[in-house]
């Protein structure tokens, strides 16, 4: 957040990506003697904007210490990269103080000088001088360069990581790149490594798959999951698949007990929402969500519901403030919830600490409901969606970054849907979204949000994240659209509660989602790369 921080942060950039190129560009002449094949024999796959620098300083290399000429030299660079888009929100694209790069890297930016001007005359000239679409794709523009941008311009395919993300790609983010150069934009599905996220961190599943679905054949060939499917009403398979999950409940549970000396219960449904804390995944509809049913069993004694262990990990970025207040709530919630008799056996919530991939890989196998609740349209893609998937935990989820894709192999009644669609939440923030009038109509979302005012029982009260749900703290109230989806969260909520309640019901759905998960791993996703943007052959496992 500071000056030092920033400069940093180029410095390395440019630090790797320099030493990256140099050393392919060594191991090339010596190999060919000259780079003038150099695209026919590389692909620089530029993953997300950090490593955007490779275009000028590949660009260097071939003007400075090779000699070629600019048509040559960028003949060759943008025979080179191609870019993967990893997130459509805007402040999460890089653009860099023109000052720092001009002081930092003074070659480099009289190389970007040249490649801005040259695009800025080719799109002038295509789209007839108008500056509405000129200035929006412009690279250096206002004091700054914008990463994205450059990489637009450049590279010859540009990939979003989900069918729907690379949709918003085209008809939204770069809509008027997409319009000039159509084929240029590609869609590559994330996956998931499914020997490390499967065969490695959940063996007692691995060997119930193995048993199912041929000995190793899964593990070279993930489609063979699919063979899972014959089991589906195995009255003996789903048994052992759910005694499975109640195993690996209990082994984290032990796990927690001995980091922290929190005891989870176990007979509860483990509810998980583990991911990077950001406003636009939500983790703050969970939390009202929570008090909701806090409060309503407190009022209803008779309020009937499956119990629930709610457990988050999160981890915000320095100087994100809000996504700490919201960690500081999981946490005031969670106190209140621990200290309170009435929840005994029934709700739970716990904020795991330090959340990383080790934990990760302990907590996927123990996990029944996946929490993937991000705005429509926000999430690029998800992993952990496809990690909690393939360990049979079925998802609450909204059509979002890669849900789109499982809800297309799982089908309604395999995946627990709710909330706004992409398109409509377009629609609704272009008419005027007004979330106080949610508010106002609906008085179980408005005791919950009165309770933030108050506090949690622990002397910290949350008016700032009440404020910023009904006025907005100088943006737009409630931006991403929290109470407009709560009313179909509770919904969807009330249907996976009751579905928990029939054990080979919800198996069989636990069985459908791994069955079905082979479509995401990442061997699938990296034969997309080489078939369809780094021209590689692909060799066929057998
Ligand atoms: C998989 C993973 C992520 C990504 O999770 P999403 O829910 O897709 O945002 C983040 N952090 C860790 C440690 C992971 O293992």
Redesign the pocket.
Same mark, same amino acid.
Request: hydrophobic fraction near 20%.
């Given at each position: 957040n500071h000056y030092e921080g920033k400069s940093l942060r180029l410095k390395q950039q440019y630090f790797f990506v320099s030493a990256t190129i140099q050393s392919i560009v060594r191991k090339h002449r010596a190999e060919y003697g000259t780079l003038r094949n150099f695209h026919l024999k590389h692909v620089i796959q530029i993953n997300d904007t950090h490593p955007t620098l490779a275009i000028p300083e590949l660009m260097r290399i071939l003007l400075d210490e090779e000699g070629y000429g600019w048509e040559e030299a960028w003949y060759i660079t943008t025979h080179t990269v191609a870019y993967t888009n990893h997130t459509v929100m805007a402040e999460a694209l890089e653009r860099w103080p023109q000052q720092l790069i001009e002081s930092l890297l003074p070659r480099i930016w009289q190389i970007l000088i040249e490649i801005s001007n040259r695009y800025q005359d080719a799109l002038t000239a295509y789209f007839h001088g108008d500056l509405s679409k000129v200035a929006p794709m412009a690279i250096i523009w206002g004091g700054e360069v914008r990463m994205a941008n450059l990489c637009v311009c450049a590279c010859f395919k540009v990939n979003g990581v989900s069918a729907l993300h690379s949709d918003i790609l085209k008809h939204d983010v770069f809509h008027d790149a997409y319009t000039r150069t159509p084929d240029k934009f590609t869609n590559v599905t994330n996956g998931i490594d499914h020997r490390r996220w499967l065969a490695e961190s959940n063996p007692k599943l691995d060997a119930l798959i193995q048993e199912c679905c041929g000995k190793d054949k899964y593990l070279l060939q993930p489609e063979a999951l699919k063979n899972l499917e014959k089991f589906q009403d195995d009255a003996g398979v789903l048994s052992r698949l759910g005694q499975i999950k109640a195993e690996n409940k209990k082994a984290f549970a032990a796990w927690v007990q001995r980091e922290s000396g929190i005891v989870l219960n176990t007979d509860a449904i483990f509810d998980v929402q583990v +991911?990077?804390l950001h406003e636009y995944k939500r983790q703050l509809l969970n939390v009202l969500h929570i008090i909701y049913l806090y409060q309503h069993m407190k009022n209803d004694p008779h309020f009937d519901f499956a119990p629930r262990t709610y457990l988050f990990g999160a981890k915000a970025a320095p100087g994100y403030a809000v996504a700490k207040r919201i960690i500081r709530l999981i946490n005031s919630v969670s106190d209140m919830i621990a200290k309170d008799p009435a929840c005994k056996d029934r709700l739970q919530v716990v904020f795991l600490e330090n959340?990383?991939?080790s934990l990760?890989e302990k907590l996927m196998p123990a996990s029944e409901l996946s929490e993937q609740i991000s705005t429509a349209g926000k999430e690029a893609s998800?992993?952990?969606?496809m +990690?909690f998937m393939m360990n049979g935990a079925v998802t609450i989820g909204t059509l979002d970054g890669a849900n789109v894709e499982m809800h297309q192999v799982l089908g309604d009644e395999n995946i627990f849907l709710f909330g706004l669609k992409a398109h409509e939440v377009a629609e609704l923030k272009q008419k005027g979204y007004k979330s106080y009038e949610y508010y106002v109509h609906n008085p179980d979302l408005r005791a919950v949000v009165d309770q933030l005012n108050v506090g949690f029982g622990d002397g910290v009260a949350y008016d700032d994240i009440a404020r910023r749900l009904l006025f907005g703290d100088g943006g737009a109230a409630d931006e991403y659209l929290l109470l407009a989806d709560f009313e179909s969260y509770r919904d969807a909520h009330v249907r996976a509660g009751l579905a928990y309640q029939d054990p080979k019901a919800w198996n069989k759905m636990s069985l459908l989602n791994i069955a079905r998960s082979g479509i995401f791993a990442a061997d699938r996703s990296i034969r997309d790369y080489a078939k369809d943007i780094w021209n590689v052959p692909v060799r066929e496992i057998k």
């Open positions: +991911k990077r959340y990383r991939v990760a998800g992993t952990g969606n +990690k």
